[in-house]
């Protein structure tokens, strides 16, 4: 399932292969996000050309729209969606998180409002696990509870508790309906940012026993430091023959710093998210030292005139034949093809900046 091919001498950084039922993936890599099955403004022969590998779709939005009843007319989510690439779906956990006016938890699960029509839901670990199997994607995630890093330890701790029960039933569950093994299970390691839950935490999942393990609960209100002490403390005690997944990661600096400290898998909706507003991310130089990377504003008056191409570097038509001062006008005019543009260029940096990572690490530089 998943081998190690390359330990850095320098740091903790390692550099593998993960195999799922749907193609094997070299890692450390980083997944897209497709939440509600579509990256935002790109169709499926945008993605062949950026050729990411895998993709991230979540379980809570896919439930509510299109439903299941519309997935199991086409067997699987990748049917549905007529995407060859190996699909990571996230529990929604983080949307419990992210939803804390309109859920309620307790041990069983966690009832919530539809954001879209106001209908009431309950998730347990089962149900989970019952989605994504109608999903059918390669890698699934438990339940979890996601707290704001800054939570008091009580709480931390009750969620915590709350989490490592839901990953046993969700484990338990998904036996159930994937009897073959066909699909990857993930923990997810909860307890902020104290390191003794953090160890319990971990100590429980290994227990129960998984395919991978997340980390999950960061980036979610503390400072990078604190989070890279996390990192830091949890890179010896991960086990080393599983991938590590830090779960919503994050700025490039952030994403560096954490393959440094072992971590395999990434996602995070910024490259997305900053494209839609008009925000392009460059590299300025790719031996990854110093300040990397650059980003630009497009809608900025500067660009009004600008007759250099968005990006020269890019393997992607568009971008090296579009001006900057056209973007720059698509975005004043709202035109969607701005959101295309700007998203085509994002996703192509954060999946280069995995490939010049990859490289680094097999040629002993990080």
């Known amino acids: ?5 390359k330990k850095s001498k320098k740091s903790c950084a390692r550099r593998g292969v993960l195999k799922t039922k749907s193609g094997e993936i070299q890692t450390p890599f980083f997944m897209p996000i497709a939440t509600r099955g579509v990256i935002k403004s790109l169709s499926f022969s945008d993605i062949e050309k950026l050729n990411p590998e895998i993709i991230l779709a979540n379980t809570y939005h896919l439930y509510l729209k299109p439903g299941l009843d519309v997935i199991k007319k086409f067997k699987s989510l ?7 690439y190996p699909i990571l779906t996230d529990s929604g956990g983080f949307q419990v998180f992210s939803l804390s006016k309109i859920r309620k938890i307790n041990k069983t699960g966690v009832e919530f409002q539809s954001t879209y029509d106001g209908s009431y839901h309950f998730f347990t670990p089962e149900k989970v696990m019952k989605i994504q199997s109608v999903l059918d994607s390669d890698i699934q995630m438990v339940l979890d509870i996601c707290l704001d890093s800054k939570s008091d330890y009580k709480k931390v701790k009750e969620s915590l508790d709350v989490t490592t029960l839901w990953a046993k039933k969700c484990k ?6 994937d009897p073959k093994h066909k699909n990857l299970l993930f923990g997810i390691v909860q307890g902020a940012l104290d390191k003794e839950l953090r160890q319990e935490s971990l ?9 991978g393990y997340a980390i999950g609960g960061l980036a979610v209100g503390e400072t990078n430091q604190e989070m890279y002490k996390i990192l830091e403390f ?6 080393e023959k599983n991938p590590r997944y830090l779960m919503g990661v994050g700025y490039p600096e952030n ?13 995070c909706v910024i490259p997305t998210r900053e ?14 030292k110093g300040n990397f990377y650059k980003t630009i504003n497009i809608t900025n008056s500067k660009f009004v005139n600008d007759k250099s191409v968005i990006n020269k570097d890019s393997k992607t038509e568009e971008l090296k034949i579009y001006s900057k001062a056209y973007l720059n006008h698509l975005f004043k005019v709202g035109d969607i ?3 295309r543009l700007a998203t085509l260029n994002n996703i192509e940096f954060y999946l280069d900046l995995m490939k010049i990572i990859r490289k680094n690490i097999e040629k002993g530089l990080i």
């Open 1 to 5: 399932m998943f081998k190690v091919l």
């Open 78 to 84: 990748r049917a549905f969606m007529n995407c060859k």
């Open 172 to 177: 338990d569950a998904k036996k159930k309906f």
């Open 203 to 211: 100590n429980d999942l290994v227990k129960i026993g998984f395919d």
């Open 234 to 239: 949890l890179s010896d005690k991960l086990p």
């Open 255 to 267: 994403i560096l710093t954490a393959v440094k400290n072992g971590v395999d898998m990434f996602d």
């Open 275 to 288: 494209a839609r507003h008009g925000r392009l991310y460059f590299f300025e130089n790719k031996n990854l």
């Open 337 to 339: 093809l701005a959101m």
